[in-house]
């Protein structure tokens, strides 16, 4: 079952004719998967997924962390590194780009 497409589908303000539109599916496929008649092939829930920047898991409700997972290397870090790390995680997209804004703010005057 799509337990957060509805979710999602809302948050942009989109009607299910608007989201079939974009995914090439119909009005009618979008009503079935958001009431849990049928359920989308693969290719469509990492179509969904990709247009809304979450994951498939997030998509069918089997986490409920709505943020894309992205891939990471380990590396050995000292606590501080690891601690900031963790911070930097716990943040929305929007606070990570004012986090990157002042580090490049920082590194320039820096370099003067």
Known sequence: ?????????????LSQQQLADILHTSQQSIYKYENGITSPN?????????????SVDYLI???????????????????????????????TPHNREVIHIIIDEYLHLSSR
């Open 1 to 13: 079952m799509m337990k957060n497409l509805k979710l999602l589908r809302l948050n942009k303000k």
């Open 42 to 54: 693969l290719e469509t829930l990492m179509s969904m997924a990709d247009f809304f920047d979450t």
């Open 61 to 91: 409700g089997y986490t409920n962390i709505p943020e894309k997972i992205e891939p990471t290397l380990e590396c050995h870090l000292n606590n501080d590194e690891q601690s900031l790390i963790e911070k930097y995680r716990r943040l």
